[in-house]
């Protein structure tokens, strides 16, 4: 049963090498992005707007960068740490527990984020 | 600048519970990370009645959620229902 199945790996194998090769210059431009130039302002203030409008607790219309997650969102001091969590989980980067207590708004988050080479 | 919130030590300790709940969430399996959130939320939030000056009983809580954590922080469990 399992035999039968093998020459279609070797295929699928073949077939992803052959994908791989051109795939290379791909991937040395898209390092060299990353080096040059961190996050743009624009798009990481989006981003975490989004996340805010993401989250079922929280009224989309009062969602700004300004906007504190306690006192203008009402959020809880649990729903920030999901909010939080949810923001390394954007950018793909750790936030340490200091740093994490100190993100209560939006504009925190977006300049937290700015300032982390690692976000991506 | 603000001033950065003051939190009694065991708020502190809650919300590092908490975090490191949802850490251990993101380790299992993508389809089943929202039931453990859930789980999460539900656990945390069933007690948000105790009183602020019960230490007793958050300090018990507390213990609690520590080995609730660690029991299911075990990479054999892979799904939670609620």
């Given at each position: ?30 390092a060299r992005m990353y080096a040059s ?84 | ?82």
């Amino acid at each position: 049963m399992f035999r039968a199945l093998r020459p279609a790996t070797s295929v699928y194998r073949a077939a992803l090498y052959k994908h791989a090769a051109p795939a290379r210059p791909v991937a040395l431009t898209f390092a060299r992005m990353y080096a040059s130039s961190g996050l743009d302002r624009n798009a990481i203030e989006n981003r975490v707007l989004d996340i805010l409008k993401g989250f079922n607790k929280v009224d989309v219309n009062k969602v700004s960068l300004k906007a504190n997650f306690n006192k203008d969102l009402g959020l809880d001091s649990l729903d920030a740490v999901e909010v939080v969590m949810a923001i390394e989980e954007e950018f793909s980067i750790e936030i340490p527990d200091k740093d994490a207590d100190e993100i209560k708004s939006a504009a925190d988050a977006v300049e937290y984020v700015s300032k982390r080479e690692d976000a991506h | 600048m603000p001033a950065p919130v003051r939190r009694s030590g065991l708020q502190q300790e809650i919300i590092s519970l908490y975090r490191a709940c949802f850490r251990a969430a993101r380790l299992k399996p993508q389809e089943n990370r929202v039931n453990f959130q859930k789980f999460i939320r539900m656990q945390f939030r069933k007690h948000s009645d105790v009183k602020a000056r019960d230490f007793a009983t958050i300090e018990y809580l507390l213990r609690m959620g520590k080995r609730q954590l660690e029991t299911y922080s075990n990479p054999s469990i892979q799904n939670v229902h609620v």
